[in-house]
C-alpha cells in the first residue's frame, strides 16, 4: 500500500526499521552490511532499502532532518507498513566534555521544548522515554560485540543555528540533557501514539564544548558502530 511518501507494499517493508537522518547513509549501510537487498522507495530521494543481514531480513530508511520529517515517515511505517520497531541511528552534538567523537550514546530519553507531540495529539509531557525493551535489546547487542555505550538523555531541538551559542548550558543543568540531535522526541511520540517501538543510537559528531567536529563524509560513511549494534535487531 503506497502512502504520499513511501512508494511499496507492506511486503516490502521488514517488522523492523533502522532510521539515519540522512538517506545517503541508509544506502550506505544497505551497500555495506546487507545482501539481497531492494530498494523500495525513492519518493523524494528519501532511500529505503530492504536485506539481510546474517541471513535475517531488516529494512533501513532515512528519516530526514527534523521532527516533522521523521513524524512522518515513522508514523506511515508504523500505520500503513505494519513496522513494529523503528531505530534511529543519528548524529550528535555533545553538550558535555565527558563526551567524545565517535562515542555511541542510548538514548534512555528525550527532552524537547518543541509542541510537536501536542500538535500531533495533545500529549504535554516534554520528557519522552525510548522503549525499555528495544533498549534492553540494544545493550546486549552492544555487550555482545565489545562497543562500549553511553547511556543519557538527549535535547530534541528544533533548531540547529541558535542565536546563543551558550544556550545549551542552561539545558544541561535544567533537564539533564548530554547532547542534542533533532528527532528523537517525535520517533518516542509517534511510537507512544501508535502503540509501537522505538529507540535511538546516536554517533558524537561535533562537541558544543570543545568544538571538535566530524566532516560531512565521515557522518554518512564512519559511524560503523551503532550502525553494528542496530543491525543486530534482525
Known amino acids: ?3 504520499p511518501h513511501i512508494q511499496a507494499e507492506k511486503d516490502m517493508i521488514a517488522k523492523t526499521v533502522l532510521m539515519p537522518g ?8 544497505a551497500d555495506q552490511f546487507l545482501t539481497d537487498v531492494h530498494c523500495f522507495n525513492t519518493v523524494r530521494n528519501m532511500f529505503g532499502y530492504t ?3 546474517n541471513g535475517k531480513t531488516i529494512s533501513v530508511m532515512g528519516s530526514g532532518m527534523g521532527m516533522p520529517s521523521i513524524g512522518i515517515y ?5 500505520k500503513f507498513f505494519d513496522v513494529e520497531r523503528i531505530v534511529r541511528i543519528g548524529s550528535a552534538g555533545a553538550y558535555t566534555k565527558e563526551l567524545n567523537l565517535y562515542d555511541t550514546l542510548l538514548v534512555k530519553d528525550a527532552y524537547s521544548e518543541s ?13 519522552l522515554k525510548a522503549s525499555a525493551k528495544l533498549n534492553q535489546l540494544l545493550e546486549k547487542n552492544a555487550s555482545k560485540l565489545g562497543i562500549q555505550i553511553i547511556k543519557g538523555r538527549v535535547h530534541s531541538s ?28 517525535a520517533l518516542f ?5 501508535l502503540k509501537k517501538h522505538a529507540a535511538c543510537l ?3 559528531s561535533d562537541s558544543l564544548v570543545t568544538k571538535a567536529e566530524t566532516s560531512a563524509e565521515e557522518r554518512q560513511t564512519a559511524f560503523t558502530n551503532m550502525m553494528k549494534i542496530a543491525l543486530e535487531l534482525a
Open 51 to 53: 536485506g539481510k543481514y
Open 115 to 127: 509542541n510537536f507531540a501536542k500538535a500531533q495529539n495533545g500529549e504535554k509531557r516534554h520528557i
Open 1 to 3: 500500500m503506497a502512502t
Open 74 to 78: 515513522a508514523f506511515e511505517l508504523y
Open 22 to 29: 540522512d538517506p545517503l547513509r541508509a544506502k550506505y549501510i
Open 189 to 193: 511520540h509517534t511510537a507512544n501514539a
Open 158 to 185: 528544533d533548531v540547529f543555528y541558535r542565536s546563543d551559542p551558550n544556550h545549551y548550558l542552561s539545558l544541561v543543568e535544567k533537564h539533564g540533557v548530554i547532547a542534542v540531535e533533532m528527532e528523537s522526541f
Open 202 to 204: 546516536l554517533t558524537i
